[in-house]
């Protein structure tokens, strides 16, 4: 098994920048070699693909809304992974969530096997 835990979530100003980190855990997690995605989901919305990255770090991903604004990377030795987000908009608001699955990153929240309990950041205008 996995478990996923996301921190640094929280209210920012628009045009600031806030960093999220999610820890990775389990034997499973240390043995495997896993792909790890951010996907956020707005009240009354569907979840929707934010960031993704591969289990080298050496790809990445994003959706076309963030690109140029927030960065994923990962730190393999700490079994975790971050979201840097900048330039933040009203309508980044939302519950973030990390998610992972073994070896090749996906945009498509359905290929991931293992979820975070979400992190919410709300930018004000």
């Known amino acids: 098994q996995v478990q996923l835990v996301e921190f640094g979530g929280g209210l920012v100003q628009a045009g600031g920048s806030l960093r999220l980190s999610c820890a990775a855990s389990?034997?499973?997690?240390?043995?495997?070699?896993?792909?790890m995605g951010w996907f956020r989901q707005a009240p009354g919305k569907e979840r929707e693909f934010v960031a993704a990255?591969?289990?080298?770090?050496?790809?990445?991903y994003y959706a076309d809304s963030v690109k140029g604004r927030f960065t994923i990377s990962r730190d393999n030795a700490k079994n975790t992974v971050y979201l840097q987000m900048n330039s933040l908009k009203p309508e980044d608001t939302a519950v973030y969530y990390c998610?992972?699955?073994?070896?090749?990153?996906?945009?498509?929240?359905?290929?991931?096997?293992?979820w975070g309990q979400g992190t919410q950041v709300t930018v004000s205008s």
């Open positions: 998610a992972a699955r073994v070896i090749y990153a996906s945009i498509a929240a359905r290929d991931y096997n293992y």
């Open positions: 389990g034997r499973t997690f240390s043995n495997s070699n896993y792909a």
């Open positions: 990255i591969s289990w080298s770090g050496g790809n990445t």
